[in-house]
């Protein structure tokens, strides 16, 4: 007899992790999720090392803002905070996966927790369809974005003296162009992969 399960994809408030097999017994449905952390916290850590420097800048241009939003999407919003806060605290602890191989504390440390906020968000989102069509997924991928930006940038003034005008002209205006196009790509392939899996279920 098998010891796992697929939800349908149809099922309301289901999330693209929750169509993995999950284990019948809550031992290894605990085990799943907390894979599920770890490897979120990885991804996010792994992309963040796509990093190029933006002169007059000291916000690098990363993969580490999509990774978080694709991760809160896609694990739902428990999961996805849990796995942004590991990323998050482990990077506190020295663990060198935040931008371009640093740890600890920094001038761009409030976009790493506005990120854990908007994991939450973006997975909350989900839940209610967020991430099933094109538009759907441009509002929850602009959402979490805001939201980034809105701890990201008073925290980057406030570390760096810099008044909030020039925090939002270094910190936010440059990157713009860069985040429509991730939120591009959020919204070919989240309903891409929906519309896989239901051809499969």
């Known amino acids: 007899m098998s010891t796992a399960a697929l939800t349908s994809p149809a099922s309301s408030g289901t999330v693209l992790a ?10 290894r449905a605990r085990v799943r999720d907390a894979a599920l952390v770890v490897g979120g916290a990885a991804l996010t850590g792994l992309a963040a090392q796509i990093a190029l420097p933006l002169p007059g ?3 690098p241009v990363t993969g580490q803002t ?3 939003l694709l991760v809160g999407t896609s694990l739902g919003a428990g999961r996805g905070l849990l796995a942004l806060a590991l990323y998050a605290l482990a990077g506190l ?18 976009y790493v927790v506005g990120m854990v906020l908007a994991a939450g968000l973006v997975g909350a989102l ?15 991928m ?3 974005t805001a939201v980034i930006y809105g701890v990201g940038v008073p925290c980057l003034a406030l570390s760096t003296g810099m008044s909030l005008g020039q925090a ?3 910190g936010l205006v440059p990157f ?9 790509l959020a919204m070919g392939a989240l309903p891409a992969a929906w519309k896989l899996v239901g051809r499969r279920g």
Request: charged share 10%; no cysteine; aromatic share 4%.
């Open 168 to 170: 939002a002209a270094v």
């Open 66 to 68: 999509f990774a978080a």
């Open 126 to 140: 989900a839940r209610r369809g967020g991430d099933r069509g094109v538009l759907r997924t441009a509002v929850t």
């Open 176 to 184: 713009l162009i860069g985040d429509a196009l991730k939120a591009a």
């Open 18 to 27: 929750d169509l993995l097999p999950t284990a019948t017994t809550a031992t």
């Open 93 to 110: 602890a020295g663990v060198p996966w935040f931008a371009g191989g640093t740890s600890g504390t920094g001038a761009t440390l409030g």
């Open 142 to 144: 602009a959402a979490g």
């Open 57 to 59: 800048s000291p916000v």
